[in-house]
Nanobody
Framework: QVQLVESGGGLVQPGGSLRLSCAAS????????MDWYRQAAGKECELVAA???????KYGDFVKGRFTISRDYAKNTVYLQMNSLKPEDTAVYYC???????????WGKGTLVTVSS
């Protein structure tokens, strides 16, 4: 019954911003690992951003300071703030969670982000 539901995707102009949300049920983001991946058409799935511990985050090389991952403990939701979006950011973005005690992994169904004029 673990569910990860992404939202916030859509069409945005180059240079614009979007804030993706991942609402979780059946798993707490306060004690478990969480991150965002993306997959563009014809490309391999790649890491976008991750919260690897209470004090550690990790970002893909392509982010270059444009994206920020964060979480809201009360809402059990993880966010991905994306600024200065580029056409090459166009992809389906997936929320991902890992149980720290077991290593069990869970994936959301994804939300499409399209960056185009």
């Amino acid at each position: 019954q673990v569910q990860l539901v992404e939202s916030g995707g859509g069409l945005v102009q180059p240079g614009g911003s979007l804030r993706l949300s991942c609402a979780a049920s059946g798993i707490s983001f306060s004690v478990n690992g969480m991150d965002w991946y993306r997959q563009a058409a014809g490309k391999e799935c790649e890491l976008v951003a991750a919260i690897t511990s209470a004090t550690s985050t990790k970002y893909g090389d392509f982010v270059k300071g444009r994206f920020t991952i964060s979480r809201d403990y009360a809402k059990n939701t993880v966010y991905l703030q994306m600024n200065s979006l580029k056409p090459e950011d166009t992809a389906v973005y997936y929320c991902h969670a890992t149980r720290r005690l077991t290593g069990m992994e869970y994936w959301g169904k994804g939300t499409l982000v399209t960056v185009s004029s």
